[in-house]
């Protein structure tokens, strides 16, 4: 299982091991069959960096499964929809092809991005998981972002004490992508 994903899924300024994906790792190896968890995520990621990296990424690991988190920084930056909707599904494509399947995880903006941007980015995840079959976590961060006591001061990146939640969000519909996953 491979997640390609930015500074929320790559443990921002907290112990490694407190991170959604780590929690994650820990959980899979008691399951059965025991799965092995690559994070390749890097803080500032966008889409298109995530898709520069990504043929490299399925040729070296193999995955059954990726979980797609990208899309923030794109937002943050203010990018054009249509750009990050077109990276978005190369990567889909790029995994599909690989033999891969995919989870993809949404994300929401700060409400001063204004809402139809916001709009925009929250259609242009469920569009993507529609065309391409695939699960959906609408908003990675839901009962989080919200919670100034589980935020980090910036108010865009979780504290360790949110991330068992965020790992709450992604679980149904990993075990979706998980069932489908080989």
């Known amino acids: ?3 390609l994903g930015d500074s929320l ?16 790792s820990e959980r899979l190896q008691q399951a059965q069959p ?13 889409s298109a960096g995530g898709l520069q990296r990504l043929p490299a990424l399925l040729a070296q690991h193999k995955p059954g499964l990726v979980i797609v988190e990208l899309g923030a920084n794109d937002g943050l930056r203010g990018l054009p929809l249509e750009q990050i909707q077109t990276n978005l599904k190369r990567i889909l494509t790029a995994c599909r092809d690989a033999g891969a399947n995919v989870l993809l995880l949404g994300i929401e903006l700060p409400v001063n991005y ?10 242009l995840y469920r569009d993507a998981a529609v065309e391409f079959n695939v699960p959906l976590v609408p908003f990675l961060l ?17 504290l360790a004490a949110g991330e068992p939640r965020v790992l709450d969000n992604v ?11 080989h």
């Open 1 to 3: 299982m491979l997640v």
């Open 9 to 24: 899924s790559a443990a921002y300024r907290i112990a490694a091991e407190s991170g959604w994906v780590a929690l994650l």
């Open 34 to 46: 025991p799965r092995t968890v690559i994070n390749a995520s890097i803080s500032g990621e966008t």
């Open 114 to 123: 204004g809402p139809q941007y916001r709009g925009g980015l929250r259609q």
């Open 142 to 158: 839901e009962g989080v972002a919200d919670n100034a006591a589980l935020m980090q001061e910036d108010g865009l990146h979780p």
């Open 171 to 181: 679980w149904p519909a990993l075990q979706t992508a998980l069932s489908k996953s």
